[in-house]
T-cell receptor, first 112, second 109 residues
Framework: QKEVEQNSGPLSVPEGAIASLNCTYSDRGSQSFFWYRQYSGKSPELIMSIYSNGDKEDGRFTAQLNKASQYVSLLIRDSQPSDSATYLC????????????FGAGTRLAVHP | DVKVTQSSRYLVKRTGEKVFLECVQDMDHENMFWYRQDPGLGLRLIYFSYDVKMKEKGDIPEGYSVSREKKERFSLILESASTNQTSMYLCATANEKLFFGSGTQLSVL
């Protein structure tokens, strides 16, 4: 059974701090990795994608991928209360989009 | 911007009713998906379509069917709604990345 694991949280950080969200996956053949943000009662919104080892930065967000260790992380710099949401890690293992697996999500709470 | 439109934001149906959930995308993507999301269970794939009239079962297809007569439209059908199908239903479309519609919160009473 291919899996994507996330700590459910809640992860509580003060405003202005760095929030670090982690995700591990079981299929070594996985090719594509995504982070989605989901506010309560809303649908998931894609915020980052990463395909190769290393870091990818977009504004306050940095995605990090380490295929050897089978983990992907998301860093949010200068966290704001509006970042409070559930963050879903998603992985396409070997097999294509119809095999896309979502983690259960980590709830982030940024307090003023 | 990718636009994925689901016809209803909230829907209340009775047990045994036939329910249609509609999804339309404007990006000419070949791949479309139906997921349901439940607390504690996360997102689960119901059905996937990779072309017009082509479909593939996901992880939890029981009690559901789908229709894709046109490339832009993917419908989810609950043949006889049951209370355990109360859930948030999410349509998505993909090229290299997966984009979701706004979701339909379905309550079956």
């Amino acid at each position: 059974q291919k899996e994507v694991e996330q700590n459910s949280g809640p992860l509580s950080v003060p405003e202005g701090a760095i929030a670090s969200l982690n995700c591990t996956y079981s299929d070594r053949g996985s090719q594509s990795f995504f982070w989605y943000r989901q506010y309560s009662g809303k649908s998931p919104e894609l915020i980052m994608s990463i395909y190769s080892n290393g870091d990818k930065e977009d504004g306050r967000f940095t995605a990090q991928l380490n295929k050897a260790s089978q983990y992907v992380s998301l860093l949010i710099r200068d966290s704001q209360p509006s970042d409070s949401a559930t963050y879903l890690c998603a992985v396409i293992p070997s097999g294509g989009y119809n095999k896309l697996i979502f983690g259960a999500g980590t709830r982030l709470a940024v307090h003023p | 911007d990718v636009k994925v439109t689901q016809s209803s934001r909230y829907l209340v149906k009775r047990t045994g009713e036939k329910v249609f959930l509609e999804c339309v995308q404007d990006m000419d993507h070949e791949n479309m998906f139906w997921y349901r999301q439940d607390p504690g269970l996360g997102l689960r794939l119901i059905y996937f379509s990779y072309d017009v009239k082509m479909k593939e079962k996901g992880d939890i297809p029981e009690g559901y069917s789908v229709s894709r007569e046109k490339k832009e439209r993917f419908s989810l059908i609950l043949e006889s709604a049951s209370t355990n199908q109360t859930s948030m239903y999410l349509c998505a479309t993909a090229n290299e990345k997966l984009f979701f519609g706004s979701g339909t919160q379905l309550s079956v009473l």
